[in-house]
């Protein structure tokens, strides 16, 4: 499946069917046993990529590419970066867009398109937490090709890790697809990226486990 059809099926899956779930799995309101532990596991991995960046963001640009409800942007705005999210799926724009505490309107823009718009300029770095996990290793490092000319840092992003649960849900998603569940997550290892790329480094700095929540941050630079 093509980069352009994988991202239309996400935008699909988020705003026709994920959006309630998703608004409710990033608020504080209660939640089921499982989806605590992907909340737990989302908070957990935020916090990694954001210790991941400078200390000091005052000033920073950075793209948060695929920035769902807002949570991670609101961070860094509040650690003094002026930040781009955008996701393509609309709904979660709008909810991102009503969660913005006024005193930082003027830190964050919010917006529904693309990650790789070149429209969106140059940035000192990116972070993409949980929106390229869709994604083969091939579409990944046109990802990184294609933004690392307009990255002057680093860009902190996570996969699916290879692991034997993993590829058995990935293996069990092929053979019993369904046109209304969530596209398949593709299992990587940090080496099968790498190989793709063209240009800049790969680094792994992390897994996070937590239920059924199970991520790998990478930090690439250009």
Avoid at 35 to 61: C, F, H, S, Y
Wanted: charged residues 25%; glycine residues 8%.
């Amino acid at each position: 499946m093509s980069y352009e059809a994988t991202r239309n099926r996400v935008e699909t899956y988020f705003d026709r069917t994920a959006t309630k779930t998703w608004e409710r799995l990033t608020s504080d309101a209660p939640v089921s046993g499982i989806r605590a532990t992907v909340r737990k596991g989302r908070d957990e991995m935020r916090a990694n990529i954001i210790a991941a960046l400078p200390d000091d963001l005052r000033g920073a640009r950075i793209l948060d590419a695929g920035c769902g409800t807002g949570a991670l942007a609101f961070e860094l705005a509040e650690r003094g970066a002026d930040v781009v999210g955008v996701d393509i799926s609309p709904q979660l724009i709008d909810i991102a867009t009503k969660r913005r505490p006024r005193k930082l309107d003027r830190k964050i823009q919010f917006s529904s398109g693309d990650m790789l718009n070149p429209a969106l300029g140059a940035f000192d770095h990116v972070v993409a937490m949980d929106s390229m996990i869709y994604y083969t290793a091939a579409d990944i490092a046109n990802i990184l090709d294609g933004i690392a000319p307009r990255l002057s840092g680093k860009m902190i992003f996570t996969v699916a890790p290879r692991t034997p649960l993993l590829m058995l849900m990935w293996r069990a998603g092929k053979l019993f697809p369904r046109a209304d569940r969530s596209p398949t997550m593709v299992p990587h290892t940090p080496a099968s990226i790498a190989s793709k790329l063209t240009r800049g480094k790969l680094r792994d700095i992390g897994r996070v486990t937590s239920g059924f929540y199970i991520s790998n941050a990478l930090e690439f630079t250009s």
